[in-house]
């Protein structure tokens, strides 16, 4: 096992992996921009280095940076979190070039799942359903042949990268030529590749997202789904486990699927597949998370699996010691995330100190932060401040204790985002779990 482990992020993550690094008894590195000098994960770990100015393109961006920390500090691996340089195959082969432990996959699964393109080959051939399409498409006219046989809606989708960028919907032929100039050269301008592929666009569905785990002696389990359909602009507010609306027949057909698409690329350590799922009960392979996500907490309150620490147990060259059949689902899990934002002024940001801050209690119910009282949030980075996260026997009482705990959860000083959370939960589409991706769009 690890002696130390260097942490290459901030925020409510970065504590995170410290506390479960502290109960494995392993010594922690926080790396720190300068706009983080005051953060809980500095104070937490124990020790740490100033990497840069407070964007993170200077800091927790800068792979120079990160990767002489771990070697001044005398660090084993790498945690990289989630967002940052956790998806990124260089930084993954810089660790491995100076003898550093990555804790996530390797780079080369780690590229080959980031070519979207590729991802959705490479599931194709495992037999994972993936939405109706096409490859790669050369120009317009290939684009517009390739159009008549997937029919309208569709999207236009940038090989490379993320965040939205490269991607357009083309709602028909007469708008085709214009979307795929304008998604090849936003792709090109974002990720230095043009390259695209088109898909049907699918509506109305649900996000549905399947954990897994690998080690490296090729076992693979998959811990259950998470419903993730709560959105905004592709950004996800509410997380839940199970989801309600899957029948036991489609959750043990998409389980079957996710262990097959992890050990089609070999996977190792914590990952997820994302899918569409539609009303029909058909679901599609929509791309593959290689890191830990978010929304991991409600995962661990179900099946009461710690995903940091096997993440770290993987790294170390530990195999799982538990099979498929050994996964047992308890009871419903809710998280709501908490953005500094306003919710009522088109979700502004919202900065400066923390006044008074007041944290829930009770039995099952988590906030996992990185904010304290007096604490000033920086303006650097995302908005999101903590993660509120509670587990009942059944939905209906989890969305009660959700809804008591965001009442009682007090952040003074910043606007922020958890009484609009407790509408959301209050609508009837959530109430009987008909939302989808859509659905949030037109409640605003």
């Known amino acids: 096992m690890f ?5 290459a992020n901030r925020g409510e993550i970065a504590v995170r992996v410290i506390r479960a690094c502290k109960e494995m008894g392993i010594s922690t590195v926080a790396v720190f921009s300068e706009a983080d000098r005051e953060a809980l994960h500095t104070k937490f770990a124990d020790e740490g ?66 070519d979207k393109d590729m991802a959705r080959r490479t599931m194709r051939e495992a037999g994972v359903p993936i939405i109706p399409g096409c490859d790669l498409v050369r120009s317009v006219e290939h684009a517009k042949e390739e159009a008549e046989q997937i029919g309208f ?129 058909n ?47 308890s009871g419903h899990a809710i998280e709501c995330r908490i953005n500094a934002e306003d919710p009522y002024q088109n979700f502004r940001p919202s900065g400066g100190k923390i006044e008074l801050l007041h944290i829930p209690g009770g039995p099952w119910v988590r906030f996992d932060t990185a904010i304290y009282q007096n604490y000033a949030i920086p303006p650097f980075y995302d908005s999101m401040i903590g993660k509120l996260i509670v587990h009942a026997k059944t939905r209906d009482e989890a969305i009660r204790k959700m809804k008591a705990a965001l009442c009682e959860l007090i952040i003074e000083g910043v606007v922020h985002n958890g009484g609009f959370q407790e509408v959301i939960l209050s609508a009837d ?14 409640y605003l």
């Not at 589409?429 to 037109?442: C, H, I, N, P, R």
Request: aromatic share 8%; charged share 25%; with cysteine.
């Open 3 to 7: 002696k130390k482990i260097l942490i």
């Open 49 to 114: 280095y100033c990497i840069g100015g407070p964007q993170s393109k200077h800091s927790y961006l800068n792979m120079n940076a990160v990767v002489s920390a771990a070697i001044a500090s005398k660090a084993e691996a790498i945690h990289p979190g989630y967002g940052f340089l956790s998806e990124n195959a260089e930084f993954a082969k810089m660790c491995a070039e100076n003898e550093l432990v990555f804790i996530g996959p390797s780079a080369d699964i780690i590229s080959r799942m980031g």
């Open 153 to 281: 809606p569709l999207l236009i989708k940038a090989r490379s990268g993320g965040g939205g960028r490269g991607i357009r919907l083309v709602n028909t032929a007469e708008e085709l030529e214009q979307a795929y100039n304008a998604a090849t050269g936003e792709a090109v301008a974002a990720f230095g590749d043009g390259a695209v592929y088109m898909e049907k666009y699918l509506l109305p569905v649900k996000h549905i997202e399947m954990q897994l785990l690998g080690d490296n002696y090729g076992n693979v389990v998959c811990l259950g789904e998470r419903d993730c359909s709560t959105q905004r602009k592709n950004q996800k507010l509410i997380e839940e486990s199970p989801a309600a609306v899957m029948s036991d027949e489609v959750r043990r057909k998409m389980t079957d699927a996710t262990i097959k698409a992890g050990k089609a690329v070999g996977y190792q350590g914590a990952g997820t597949i994302e899918y569409l799922y539609d009303k029909c009960g």
């Open 283 to 329: 679901f599609y392979f929509m791309e593959m998370n290689t890191r830990l996500q978010v929304e991991h907490p409600v995962t661990e309150m179900v099946t009461g699996i710690d995903l940091v620490k096997w993440q770290i147990r993987v790294a170390a060259g530990l195999k799982l010691d538990f099979c498929q059949e050994d996964i047992k689902f």
């Open 429 to 442: 589409e959530f109430a009987d779990s008909s939302y989808t991706t859509d659905y949030l769009v037109k």
